[in-house]
């Protein structure tokens, strides 16, 4: 049962996102057994797993893209889902690429622009509305994605293995802005990887799953520097909890 619901609740407290019990099946392959998670407002979660353990699949459950076979998902707010490839149209300017949700949508011509026009600065792509997605770094590409699912919505973002296909310096840089982004537009975050430094850097809490069938093996919040990410970085306790997740995972 998929029930979507584009107002916010009475209850402020009710998770954005509820997945209970969640099991699917294509043909004889079983790739989800039991997934329960809750997305609370303003949350950065990660869903970390191994590779083909059935995370895509989560995310096309969540968005209505495939049905799952049981359990009961509750969505609060709209969604945006940015997928690995950066999937900008090659013939069309960044203005017209990020814009292309709310022209979808059927908002107006100078509402669209302004809007782009508001944000580009923030992700720093001011300067750039007029050239092709072929004549930016992987980087700025990703930027210019990540503005495009935000456009299509600013509650919850799904970000699929948004930057495994980076360099690790630009990796780490886009991280680091990711936080920073999230910080300035205050929205709620669920993030796909199985990157285990990805997910301790970002998460306020990180689902580890099993190989396929794939059940939730722990839910963990990550409880120490809150309030700065970047200290995580060198933090022993990552080191720690590096190693529990690698046990998990193992
Ligand atoms: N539409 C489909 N029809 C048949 N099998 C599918 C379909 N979608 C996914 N699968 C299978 O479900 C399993 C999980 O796939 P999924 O893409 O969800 O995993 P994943 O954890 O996201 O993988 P990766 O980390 O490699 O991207 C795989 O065995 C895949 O082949």
């Known amino acids: 049962m998929h029930i979507p619901m584009n107002s916010y609740p009475n209850n402020e407290d009710l998770p954005l996102i509820s997945a209970e019990s969640i ?81 979808l949508k059927g908002v107006g011509k100078s509402t669209w622009e302004a809007r782009v026009r508001k944000y580009l600065p923030v992700v720093g792509l001011e300067g750039y509305e007029e050239k092709y997605p072929s004549q930016l770094s992987g980087g700025m590409r990703q930027r210019a994605s990540f503005l495009r699912t935000f456009m299509a919505s600013e509650d919850i973002m799904l970000l699929d293995e948004a930057f495994a296909s980076l360099d690790s310096i630009t990796k780490e840089n886009m991280q680091k802005w990711l936080l920073e982004m999230k910080n ?11 990157d285990i430094d990805e997910a301790i850097f970002l998460s306020d ?6 190989q396929k069938p794939s059940t939730i093996k722990k839910e963990i919040s990550v409880d120490f520097c809150k309030e700065d990410k970047l200290e995580r970085l060198l933090s022993p306790q990552s080191l720690l909890l590096k190693q529990e997740i690698l046990g998990l995972l193992g």
Not at 39 to 67: A, D, H, M, Q, Y
Not at 184 to 194: E, K, M, V, W
Not at 205 to 210: D, H, P, R, T
Request: charged residues 20%.
């Open 205 to 210: 809490k990180i689902y580890v799953l099993s």
């Open 184 to 194: 300035r537009l205050n929205n709620t975050i669920l993030l796909i990887t199985h």
């Open 23 to 103: 099991k699917k099946s294509f043909g004889e392959i079983k790739v989800l057994k039991d997934i329960s998670i809750k997305v609370n407002k303003g949350e950065f979660v990660t869903l970390l797993g191994p590779s083909g353990c059935g995370k895509t699949t989560i995310f096309n459950i969540i968005t209505g893209l495939v049905r799952e076979d049981e359990g009961k998902i509750t969505i609060r707010g709209t969604m945006g889902y940015m997928q690995q490839k950066d999937l900008l149209l090659p013939w069309k300017t960044i203005m017209d690429n990020v814009a292309l949700p709310l022209i």
